[in-house]
């Protein structure tokens, strides 16, 4: 289930489940967005990302979706697997030039 | 093709000092911009450079912090006078361009003693 522990909120899972991290964004205007990966002690690896243009956009075993109307954006990850330990980042680009807003990260913790 | 390359990967400074760090983008790539990270938190935005030219510095310090991109070499975060409080690590990332996908480096673990 998921929690909000003392700074990050945190996703356990088992092994084969099905995963789903939540991210509200907070600018109408963000019209771009990614999800990035970061394990310990590394730097955000680049999942998948969405323009605002789409709704849904799949990848290898993820899914990434956006809501514009509630402005929130979501990851499936399928079949989770351990290597998918990590924090998970949104992040949002709001028009004009490249500078990426990166909410506060959900931890997901896979057990075998 | 190497990613995104950043050195060192561990610096230690006492307050006072000055900390130097370095980042290469992907080759390609002309954007650079800096992150930072307190523990447990996102990545707090920096600096956005292109060669020589600094586009968005909205979110560093306006004192004892500056960003280089020259034509030649790799990008350059300086802090001087460091402090406890700078403590973090320091994210360089690089893209092709704006309103691309952001590849981002393994990071610059800044301790100040």
């Known amino acids: 289930g998921e929690s909000v522990g003392l700074h990050l909120p945190t996703l356990s899972v088992q092994e084969g489940d099905n995963s789903i991290i939540n991210c509200a964004y907070s600018?109408?205007?963000?019209?771009?967005f990614i999800w990035y990966k970061q394990e310990s002690g590394k730097g955000p690896q680049f999942i998948i990302d969405i323009r605002s243009n789409m709704d849904k956009r799949q990848g290898q075993r993820v899914t990434v979706l956006l809501n514009k109307t509630v402005k929130h954006l979501s990851l499936q990850i399928a079949a989770t697997q351990p290597g998918d330990s990590a924090v998970y980042f949104c992040?949002?680009?709001?028009?004009?030039?490249?500078?990426?807003?990166f909410g506060k990260g959900t931890m997901l913790l896979v057990s075998p | 093709n190497a990613g995104v390359m950043q050195n060192p990967r561990h610096l230690v400074r006492r307050r006072g000092q000055e900390a130097r760090l370095r980042c290469s983008p992907m080759k390609g790539h002309s954007h650079v911009y800096w992150y930072r990270q307190l523990p447990e938190e996102g990545l707090k935005f920096m600096v956005y450079l292109q060669k020589e030219n600094i586009i968005d510095e909205s979110g560093m310090p306006k004192e004892r912090f500056s960003a280089e991109f020259p034509k030649e070499g790799p990008s350059i975060l300086r802090i001087q006078q460091v402090v406890r409080g700078d403590s973090a690590a320091y994210f360089c990332?690089?893209?092709?361009?704006?309103?691309?996908?952001?590849?981002f480096g393994s990071g610059t673990q800044l301790s100040v003693l």
């Open positions: 600018n109408s205007a963000s019209d771009y």
């Open positions: 992040a949002e680009n709001i028009g004009g030039y490249s500078t990426l807003t």
């Open positions: 990332a690089s893209s092709t361009g704006d309103r691309e996908k952001l590849f």
